[in-house]
């Protein structure tokens, strides 16, 4: 008789103290709210820029262009930067197209040039070179067309 009820009393007592570290551990509702004010960050308002023309980067391969990579892309920025962003949209572009030959030089437009490792590394370095010369502005920098034409 003792072995069938031991189990059960060990049973309630421990649904007993579950109960009641639950009740004990329970955050108060100010707690709460601070808990979700201190998690919940006020959003950005960004806009959307479109560079106004493409970017066109030679593949070299042994000292011949092998294929051209065609690129269009839009920046993240804060709203209300744009005229800013585009009175100095000539510096921003030499030092993009500097990023982006770089890449094709070490290889990064060769073979499967759209795997998704290759171009975040290339989104990466836009986005540093873009906030180099614009400033914390720039939130992200988007690829919004890429294709390759071999020749």
């Known amino acids: ?3 069938k009820i031991l189990p059960i009393i060990l049973a309630i007592l421990g649904l007993a103290l579950g109960i009641g570290g639950g009740m004990f551990l329970k955050p108060t509702a100010e707690t709460a709210e601070s808990e979700m004010a201190q998690t919940v960050e006020a959003p950005i308002l960004t806009e959307f820029l479109k560079l106004n023309n493409q970017f066109v ?3 070299v391969e042994q000292g011949r ?3 051209l990579v065609i690129m269009s ?3 993240e920025v ?3 930067t744009s005229e800013s962003i585009y009175a100095r949209e000539p510096k921003l572009r030499d030092a ?3 990023v982006m030959f770089d890449h094709a030089n070490a290889g990064g437009f060769n073979g499967v040039f759209t795997d998704g490792a290759n171009l975040v590394f ?3 370095a836009l986005l540093e070179v873009s906030q180099k010369i614009i400033g914390v502005e720039v939130k992200d920098v988007l690829i919004s ?3 390759r034409q071999d020749s």
């Open 1 to 3: 008789m003792k072995a």
């Open 57 to 59: 980067i030679p593949v």
């Open 65 to 67: 262009v092998t294929s």
């Open 73 to 75: 892309l839009s920046l």
């Open 78 to 80: 804060t709203i209300g």
């Open 96 to 98: 993009m197209l500097q």
């Open 122 to 124: 290339l989104r990466k």
């Open 145 to 147: 067309d890429i294709s």
